[in-house]
């Protein structure tokens, strides 16, 4: 199957569903994720900074760009400008920032921010726990915040072939988001993404309600690591 073959394959799987599909171009080669602009897409996710900027560069500057990895707060500049989504918001701190380089960038729409909760039971190393989560939405930099519009939660599951145990984890993201949508955003219609499920464990997270898929292998192929 082409790069193409694998977009319209999952524009067809997508189609009447309300998820959308996030193509993670991380370690692919620009000729590759140019294949996947001429088949019409546009949503495209990177997980280092680094990358995303030289990308971003070289490709089309219609593509909305998701950042979807760890992200240092000394790093936001480089993003800040043109950045779509951040799907990694993890801390107070980081969100802080991101507003303010937006600002100074004087950015016309916000930065789209969603808040990164762990799920899954393994190395826990990012994303945070509800009550992290919900102590930002509680405090007051955030309520001061002009450039930051929170539209979301990701969640990455537990790297794992057990069906059960995915489902769960994703069931969960999805009742911490019906949480936070009830508590914190009833009225606000930015708050509507669940960005969950990747090239594995896709179909399972559609099921569960995911509304952005994250799918590198399954449309670029596997990764090397070593170029
Ligand atoms: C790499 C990555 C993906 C995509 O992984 P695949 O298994 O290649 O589909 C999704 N989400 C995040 C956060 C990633 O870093």
Known sequence: M????????????????????????????????????????RLFGENKVQELVEKRDLLPHDIAWHLI????????????????????????KLLVEINKR????NRTLPVNCMLQI??????TKYGMTMEEA???LQSEEYRQMKYIRITGV?????????EGKLRGEFRQ???????????????????KEISMGMTSDW????????TMIRVGSGIFGNRNYNR
């Open 173 to 191: 993201l999805r009742y911490n988001f019906l949480h936070l949508k009830e508590k914190y955003f009833f009225a606000n219609d930015d708050f």
């Open 2 to 41: 082409s790069i193409k073959d694998n977009i319209l394959y999952f524009d067809e799987q997508l189609r009447n569903t309300p998820c959308r599909l996030i193509a993670v171009t991380k370690t692919h080669p620009i000729k590759t994720i140019q294949e996947a602009y001429d088949a019409g897409h």
């Open 102 to 105: 937006a600002e100074q960038f």
């Open 203 to 210: 179909k399972i997270a559609l099921e569960e309600g995911s």
């Open 69 to 92: 990895g760890h992200l240092q707060t000394n790093k936001v500049k480089y993003i800040a400008q043109f950045v779509d989504t951040i799907q990694s918001v993890d801390s107070l």
């Open 154 to 162: 990701m969640g990455i599951a537990t790297n794992t072939d057990d």
């Open 134 to 136: 919900e102590a930002i």
């Open 118 to 123: 762990s799920i899954a039971d393994e190395e």
